[in-house]
């Protein structure tokens, strides 16, 4: 069972070094859902992930001299779990936590296929609402 520090501490871990994203790897016709946990301390993205599952995979170090880093990444509907978990405690990226389980919500994993263009639509339009978001730079 997790206990409520653990959720606090996952929504700090998310609201410092993470990311809430949605992709369009799979197509426009099936973006998903994808957090990102990016640091130099490889022990603590384990840690997390022997709690919350994941995959964990190293990162090209950007600079010279910098440290390598890992990533902890979930994807696809099970970030949902990981997203409720952390909700009540995320800070910074609390509204992109919401539009990214207003976007799971529209994905089934029986119907891959077939997907209805309002549907579609509604995915795309979340999509660009969370780019807005994730937006660097001035506004």
């Not at 859902?33 to 993205?45: E, K, M, P």
């Not at 964990?56 to 390598?68: A, D, E, N, Y």
């Amino acid at each position: 069972m997790v206990s409520e520090t653990d959720r606090a501490y996952l929504a700090g871990i998310i609201d410092g070094e993470g990311s809430i994203g949605i992709d369009n790897h799979g197509g426009v016709r099936s973006p998903s859902v994808r957090i990102s946990i990016t640091n130099t301390n490889v022990n603590l993205l384990a840690e997390l992930k022997a709690i919350w599952g994941g995959w964990l995979s190293s990162c090209r170090t950007k600079k010279f001299g910098w440290k390598s880093c890992s990533d902890l990444i979930f994807a696809g509907k099970p970030s949902s779990e990981i997203l409720e978990a952390a909700q009540p405690y995320l800070k910074a990226k609390k509204e992109q936590c919401q539009v990214a389980l207003q976007f799971n919500k529209t994905v089934s994993s029986s119907n891959t296929k077939g997907v209805p263009i309002d549907i579609q639509t509604y995915r795309q339009d979340l999509r660009k609402k969370m780019l807005e978001l994730n937006k660097r730079g001035s506004k």
